[in-house]
């Protein structure tokens, strides 16, 4: 049996999540009661290949004390050795502040209390920690679109399996925040920056000219091997201590340059050791799975604007 719980902010996609889930198959059910956990899973019956796919989405409108028991009720579901994921939603709260502006909706922590929007923002993290410390996968959908969210979904989650670790190799710019979900951060802001070129201001790490640029200077590579190596030498750590999903984030300024560059090369090196690689370059708006077989080449120059 299969059980997907998807929880998070409010305003942070949850019931897209969920409706991702229920159109690959999932019996979905949204504000879900956490103490009926136990109960759900003992009632339905296994479908006909002997496993139940269920998505049920716990919010911060369950009860206080059902919430407070989430950690018990999540371990006793484990010893069942039912396969339990816990995908936890966060958006950056100034863009949540926007979003509920624009649609003037009211935010379920306002009711009945004289909370300001931001005050309950942050009254719901603070009551959502238990489950998002417990969370196998934190998707940050502060840049991501409806269609980007439905598919983080699928790739991430639907086509998980539950003894492999996912892991994703991200880019990007420290002027736009470091991504909420990342769980590593490497920082190559110290690097020589193609940026301050005219001729490679456009064009990005993935792109002939940039590797050039980069792979004349030593200590791009001296960085590199630097983060292979840290990688390669606590990744069976991570493994070992049952994760699902890492994020290895690489931030440059712009997330342009030099964080692509890199991401590009840690993952397809990565890819030929690890089974289930995928490669994030937040400021390009690329989201890829890494296949062994290949490796980072060079792209053809497009122009993008840093």
């Not at 039912?82 to 958006?91: K, N």
């Not at 049952?242 to 984030?249: E, G, I, K, M, Q």
């Not at 089974?275 to 980072?296: C, F, K, M, N, Y």
């Amino acid at each position: 049996m299969q059980l997907v719980i998807i929880s998070g902010r409010s305003g942070s996609g949850k019931s897209i999540a969920l409706q991702a889930l229920e159109d690959l198959g999932y019996y979905a059910i949204d504000n879900f009661p956490a103490m009926l956990l136990g109960s759900l899973v003992e009632e339905l019956p296994s479908g006909p290949s002997g496993q139940s796919s269920i998505a049920v989405s716990i919010d911060s409108r369950n009860l206080p004390h059902a919430l407070e028991r989430f950690p018990r009720l999540l371990e006793e579901l484990r010893t069942r050795k039912i396969d339990c994921q816990v995908i936890y939603l966060t958006t950056d709260a100034r863009i949540l502040i926007e979003r509920y502006s624009a649609t003037r909706r009211r935010h379920p922590m306002t009711r009945g209390s004289d909370m300001t929007l931001g005050e309950a923002i942050d009254s719901e993290d603070a009551t959502l920690s238990d489950i998002r410390n417990l969370a196998d996968l934190i998707i940050d959908t502060s840049r991501l679109s409806v269609h980007d969210l439905r598919g983080r979904i699928t790739d991430q989650v639907a086509s998980h399996r539950p003894d492999q670790l996912t892991l994703t190799v991200e880019s990007f710019g420290f002027k736009g925040g470091v991504p909420l979900d990342a769980d590593i951060v490497f920082d190559a802001r110290c690097l020589p920056n193609p940026y301050w070129d005219p001729r490679l201001r456009s064009a990005t790490g993935r792109d002939p000219s940039i590797v050039a640029f980069l792979e004349q200077y030593p200590l791009v590579g001296e960085m590199l091997d630097d983060i292979i190596g840290w990688i390669e030498r606590w990744l069976p750590a991570y493994r070992s201590s049952h994760r699902s999903y890492l994020t290895v984030a690489i931030g440059c300024t712009g997330g342009q340059h030099r964080s692509v560059y890199l991401a590009e090369r840690l993952a397809h090196h990565l890819a030929q050791r690890q089974p289930d690689v995928r490669l994030r370059h937040r400021e390009l708006g690329i989201h890829t799975p890494v296949s062994p077989s290949t490796q980072a080449t060079p792209e053809s120059p497009e122009s993008k604007e840093s």
